[in-house]
């Protein structure tokens, strides 16, 4: 029988990979132009227009249409009630952005805009050291990393959609091939030596703890949602929103 496509990693969460754009994903043009000045566009917005673009370019990379909406609030609760009204599921987090990165999804950012006020930011995509950032209505651009990660606050949420919303928590002493597939990738992970019985033992469990310590989430040994997201992401037999499709950019025109 097929494993399911849930539980196949594409990368180690320390380095991951470019995936190739899916036929699902709404990515924004990737040019390359003059470097943009990240302080002065942050500073020069207000929480509730940051947390509309921020919506507006997430629902974009997602292949939504509804783009006229945001979340009621700046409030965490406002966020996930936003995701789940346009049929996403949301995940808060306290990832560094590195972690963040690694997690390859879209997400609200935290950061701190003109004297240090809160705000949420649209982070959908990634190209090298930069970053795809949603800076204003119909406004995205690349940033560099280490220009957001010094107003970063270290509090996301990532929106995916959950293939298998009906999927058990994964434990110790759960057993079948679904367990068998986690074993597998975790194996492709170099995390798990032996051989996979089937049976979620006290290695797996070890194994599954590391990765979620690398990536900041839960650590309680058990493949719940929040690492059953990260593994979705990494999965190339599963449609995702990644950071890292983003469309390429225009050719040149033929002489």
Same mark, same amino acid.
Request: charged share 25%; hydrophobic share 45%.
């Given at each position: 029988?097929?494993?399911?496509?849930?539980?196949?990693?594409?990368?180690?969460?320390? =380095?991951?990979?470019?995936?190739?754009?899916?036929?699902?994903?709404? !990515?924004?043009?990737?040019? &390359?132009?003059?470097?943009?000045?990240?302080?002065?566009?942050?500073? !020069?917005?207000?929480?509730?227009?940051?947390?509309?673009?921020?919506?507006?370019?997430?629902? @974009?990379?997602?292949?939504?249409?509804?783009?006229?909406?945001?979340? &009621?609030?700046?409030?965490?609760?406002? %966020?996930?009630?936003?995701?789940?009204? @346009?049929?996403?599921?949301?995940?808060?987090?306290?990832?560094? %952005?590195?972690?963040?990165?690694?997690?390859?999804?879209?997400?609200? !950012?935290?950061?701190?805009? =003109?004297? +240090?006020?809160?705000?949420?930011?649209?982070?959908?995509?990634?190209?090298?050291?930069?970053?795809?950032?949603?800076?204003?209505?119909?406004?995205?651009?690349?940033?560099?990393?280490?220009?957001?990660? =010094?107003?970063?606050?270290?509090?996301?949420?990532?929106?995916?959609?959950?293939?298998?919303?009906?999927?058990?928590?994964?434990?110790?002493?759960?057993?079948?091939?679904?367990?068998?597939?986690?074993?597998?990738? $975790?194996?492709? %992970?170099? &995390? $798990?030596?032996?051989?996979?019985?089937?049976?979620?033992?006290?290695?797996?469990?070890? !194994?599954?703890?590391?990765?979620?310590?690398?990536?900041?989430?839960?650590?309680?040994? =058990?493949?719940? &949602?929040?690492?059953?997201?990260?593994?979705?992401?990494?999965?190339?037999?599963?449609?995702? +929103?990644?950071?890292?499709?983003?469309?390429?950019?225009?050719?040149?025109?033929?002489?």
């Amino acid at each position: 029988s097929s494993r399911p496509a849930t539980l196949r990693p594409l990368s180690t969460p320390e =380095k991951p990979v470019e995936t190739p754009v899916e036929a699902t994903n709404a !990515a924004l043009p990737a040019q &390359r132009g003059p470097a943009v000045d990240y302080d002065a566009l942050l500073d !020069a917005l207000d929480p509730a227009t940051a947390r509309a673009a921020a919506a507006e370019a997430i629902l @974009h990379k997602w292949g939504l249409t509804d783009t006229g909406s945001a979340p &009621r609030g700046d409030a965490i609760d406002d %966020l996930v009630q936003f995701a789940a009204e @346009h049929g996403l599921d949301a995940q808060p987090l306290v990832p560094t %952005l590195e972690q963040l990165v690694s997690i390859d999804l879209p997400a609200f !950012a935290l950061v701190l805009g =003109k004297d +240090a006020e809160p705000m949420w930011i649209g982070i959908v995509g990634r190209r090298d050291d930069e970053l795809q950032v949603a800076l204003g209505s119909g406004r995205v651009e690349f940033v560099p990393i280490k220009a957001i990660d =010094k107003r970063y606050t270290v509090q996301a949420v990532v929106l995916w959609r959950d293939p298998m919303p009906g999927l058990p928590v994964l434990r110790e002493a759960a057993q079948g091939e679904t367990v068998v597939a986690l074993q597998e990738q $975790l194996r492709d %992970l170099g &995390r $798990l030596a032996s051989e996979p019985s089937g049976v979620y033992d006290g290695p797996t469990a070890a !194994a599954v703890r590391r990765l979620q310590s690398e990536l900041n989430l839960t650590i309680d040994g =058990k493949v719940g &949602r929040q690492t059953r997201m990260v593994l979705c992401s990494w999965s190339p037999d599963v449609a995702m +929103a990644r950071l890292s499709s983003v469309a390429p950019e225009p050719s040149a025109p033929a002489a």
